[in-house]
């Protein structure tokens, strides 16, 4: 197995790094002489922003969104990956649910936000419930064409072998199909911080969807670009977290040459 220095594993999330970080200066310069009532100057909305986090509540409707976020694509993981698994390798069950996936994932699950809220009260553990059901249907669907994309190669062996199914799935079958799971995974963070907006400014007494409610309803416009910026530090800074877990894990993965890397997206392994 092979091992990555911490310059490898840092570099790809430099290279990540430069763009935003530009961005920021360009937007600096951009808005500093703005007198728009709607469009502050950056630096007031970074002021704004830093003083909400050390004497406002904001701190606490973080923790609270951060939470939600944390537990619902815990879930959404858990129950997606598992599934998927299973499904990826029974071929006549995959066949059977592939009509009600892709029903699934193509109905909009903020449709269901009101109905949630209603149902289950403004607490945590609706929001939770639903950002866990809008995440798991792409780590599920990825989990699955990465379990079916194994090569049949690798399963014929591990049943020569007569590797126990348990012990098949969880070391032969996992592994091969990390990559795609941690591409659904990216994809289902991005749906989970919009559902954990939605769903707190819906019906919620805290946290950051509810900061921007409360903040746009008394006109408080910098308060309001505040909270929509650290919503998007709070994204960029979990994409940030899963990248770094995604290189440490799958170090084979990406020390690859790219057209190794596309040959064993095609299951050329």
């Known amino acids: 197995?092979?091992?990555r220095t911490?310059?490898?594993?840092?570099?790809?999330?430099?290279?990540?790094l430069w763009l935003p970080v530009l961005c920021v200066a360009v937007l600096l310069v951009a808005t500093a002489g703005s007198t728009s009532f709607y469009f502050p100057p950056a630096t007031d909305v970074l002021a704004t922003l830093w003083r909400e986090l050390l004497h406002g509540g904001l701190v606490g409707d973080l923790l609270f969104s951060l939470r939600n976020i944390a537990l619902g694509l815990g879930i959404a993981?858990?129950?997606?990956?598992g599934a998927g698994l299973v499904i990826g390798e029974v071929d006549l069950l995959r066949q059977a649910t592939g009509p009600l996936l892709d029903f699934a994932r193509a109905t909009p699950t903020v449709a269901f936000v009101p109905v949630i809220i209603l149902t289950l009260g403004i607490g945590s553990g609706p929001k939770v419930f639903l950002i866990a059901l809008g995440s798991v249907w792409p780590i599920l669907l990825n989990t699955v064409s990465g379990v079916h994309?194994?090569?049949?190669?690798?399963?014929?062996?591990?049943?020569?072998y007569r590797i126990p199914?348990?012990?098949?799935?969880?070391?032969?079958?996992l592994p091969g199909a990390l990559p795609q799971i941690f591409a659904g995974i990216r994809v289902a963070l991005s749906i989970a911080v919009v559902l954990m907006v939605v769903s707190e400014i819906y019906g919620s007494p805290v946290g950051l969807g509810n900061f921007i409610l409360q903040?746009?309803?008394?006109f408080a416009v910098p308060e309001t670009w505040a909270g929509t910026?650290?919503?998007g530090i709070l994204g960029y800074g979990l994409s940030?977290?899963?990248l770094a877990a995604e290189y440490a894990l799958l170090g084979w993965y990406h020390q690859r040459p790219p057209r190794a890397r596309r040959s064993l997206s095609r299951n050329e392994v």
């Open 1 to 3: 197995m092979s091992t």
């Open 6 to 16: 911490p310059g490898a594993l840092w570099k790809p999330l430099l290279k990540q």
């Open 77 to 81: 993981t858990v129950v997606g990956v």
């Open 149 to 160: 994309g194994i090569n049949p190669a690798v399963h014929e062996t591990a049943h020569s």
């Open 165 to 173: 199914w348990r012990l098949r799935l969880l070391k032969v079958v």
């Open 215 to 218: 903040s746009g309803s008394s």
């Open 229 to 231: 910026v650290l919503i």
């Open 240 to 242: 940030v977290l899963l």
